[in-house]
């Protein structure tokens, strides 16, 4: 799968080339076309963790405990019992709907319910690459995996569920958001995991690395374990679209292999529409609905594994 990036020029909207006649529609040319709005919903920068406003306290608070709790042993204890894929069968729909009740507390551009920041990132996506329905379908279910914030599945804390995730079992990068609190997690003077390397290779393929436990991870889980027809690209931007120590700063670089390095050109493309559509402008779940449902008949089988 091929990919062409042109850098986009923030001050100039150009329209999405069109897929040739008898072309790839998986191949994707990124024009720019999406503004990215001069603030969030609070009227600050986007992902300004020092900027004074009502989330600051809560989200710092947040990446502390994350932080500190984040262990290679604990990750590898959350994938084995997740990964069963024992506590439930629902359809996407259904997971969507049980998202109404929670609000990211590491978050601090938005405060609203989850099914907005779904609807609004795929709507986004969806009006700029109109051809690419797999994207817009990732778009919509990268974050069904804070289901985990449910009781029913087990009431998780927003620590092990939310937030920027970083590799576990080796060094934590400085780039890492509040990286001060990792000195004081186990890991970070354990010699075992806090090299370069630590307990992998040089281009191992991110697919070998245990990424901290949350959302991103476990809806990874689902959707390849539930056999969706998604695309590598579309599981990679689940798993990873938190991951902004990579796709941001241009950490960990060292443990991707050429899949990955691949997989990543479509991430950057996902993450603007992830990150910039957040506003308080609701969107007609009813009217995009439809839409939506013949997407996941398409990717997903009427039930999962959850």
């Known amino acids: ?15 999405e080339r069109k897929v040739p006649a008898g072309g790839d529609p998986a191949e994707l040319v990124l024009d720019g076309g999406f503004v990215v709005p001069d603030a969030n919903a609070f009227g600050n920068t986007f992902r300004d963790y020092d900027a004074e406003s009502e989330r600051k306290k809560t989200v710092e608070e947040f990446y502390e405990v994350n932080h500190i709790r984040q262990t290679h042993e604990f990750v590898s204890r959350m994938r084995a019992e997740y990964g069963r894929l024992d506590r439930t069968e629902m359809g996407i729909w259904e997971c969507i709907e049980l998202l109404n009740e929670f609000i990211d507390d590491s978050d601090p551009d938005l405060d609203m319910p989850q099914i907005e920041h779904l609807l609004q990132t795929a709507e986004a996506i969806r009006k700029d690459y109109p051809h690419q329905d797999w994207l817009h379908l990732t778009g919509l279910i ?3 995996g804070k289901v985990l914030l449910h009781p029913s599945f087990g009431e998780l804390p927003q620590w092990a569920v939310v937030g920027d995730t970083f590799p576990v079992g080796c060094a934590y990068d400085e780039c890492n958001v509040h990286f001060k609190y990792f000195n004081e997690n186990p890991d970070y003077h354990n010699p075992k995991f806090n090299t370069k390397l630590g307990v992998y290779s040089e281009g191992c393929g991110l697919e070998k690395v245990l990424m901290s436990w949350g959302h991103d991870d476990y809806m990874y889980l689902v959707a390849k374990e539930n056999k969706t027809t998604l695309p590598s690209a579309g599981l990679f931007i689940i798993r990873y679209h938190s991951f902004y120590p990579l796709h941001k700063h241009g950490a960990y670089t060292h443990l991707m292999n050429d899949e990955d390095k691949e997989n990543l050109k479509w991430l950057h493309v996902f993450n603007k529409y992830d990150l910039y559509s957040k506003s308080n402008v609701r969107i007609d779940v009813e009217k995009v609905k439809p839409y939506y449902m013949s997407l996941i008949d398409k990717y997903f089988p ?3 594994r959850w």
């Open 1 to 15: 799968m091929t990919i062409t990036i042109e850098q986009p020029q923030l001050d100039a909207v150009a329209a």
């Open 142 to 144: 990268h974050d069904l």
């Open 302 to 304: 009427a039930k999962l």
